[in-house]
């Protein structure tokens, strides 16, 4: 195949990962490449937009050809291949239009779509960027956004996931099953709901006891992690946590510094389901600490 062709929609094994030359998203290549054994074989998909009329002159004070735009995207994979592994110059692919669109309509059918925090075209005060936002919010294919310190060599052995109850909780749960590392373990974590569940034999009633409120929580991760697990289960240990707090802090704490992924859904029990992306999810996507997927999608790739 020849350097810089279409990727093929076809390939279903494929991790494709986002890179616009800038540092963040080298170290995302990097941090999946190292991964691949767990993830999948990597394709570096690099998307470029001719500027306006109006941002060229802005930018240069004079015409610039779509030529020199083109041959800038170039420099900008290969230096990326270069960064990591020469070997993938036979699986990068440049395309032309909206980076965050692009990205997305590419990933359609891959097991995984990869972006970095920090993204060339991202402001300075967007610790996200709005490619990478746009990735996590609209892809149909579960999405990895890789902080900038995140470690390269360090297997998936610690993955955090949180459950819900929800079908996209169960889907990040399985998600999560699928790709730890052999020995790893999963840490399911329940939290209160960002809405209260309708409680109809006791209407009125205020917040259960923190004890009462722990177990309810429980049964529901238990619950879930049954469902997705089944019987006989013969995979990775799973911890069950359950804690009567936001899940946005509980999730943020228990993964910490140290989890080597953080794993959710892309929408919960929350109180608007047309929503694309949740409440909880859409604030544990800004300022990661570790590596998080937001699974989309059936979650089974």
Known sequence: MAPFALPDSSDASS???GVDGSPGAIHALAWTVAKSDALGPVSLVHVFQQP???ELDAWYGTRVARSTIRRAAECHLTKAVGATNPDLIHRAHLLEGHP?????????????LVVGTRGRSSAVADPLGSISSHCAQHASVPVAIIPANAPVDRPLSKVVVGVDGSEHGDRALRWAIDHVAEGGRIHAVGARPTVDPVDDEQPGLGRPTPDVEEKQIRDRVEAAVARVTGYPYDGPSIKIHAVAENPRIVLRNLAGVDADLLVIGARGLGPVPHLVLGAVSSALIHHPQ???VVVHGDGTR
């Open 15 to 17: 991790v494709i990962v």
């Open 290 to 292: 570790v590596p998080t």
């Open 100 to 112: 965050g669109v692009m990205l997305c309509e590419v990933a359609v059918g891959a097991r995984l």
């Open 52 to 54: 306006t009329r109006s």
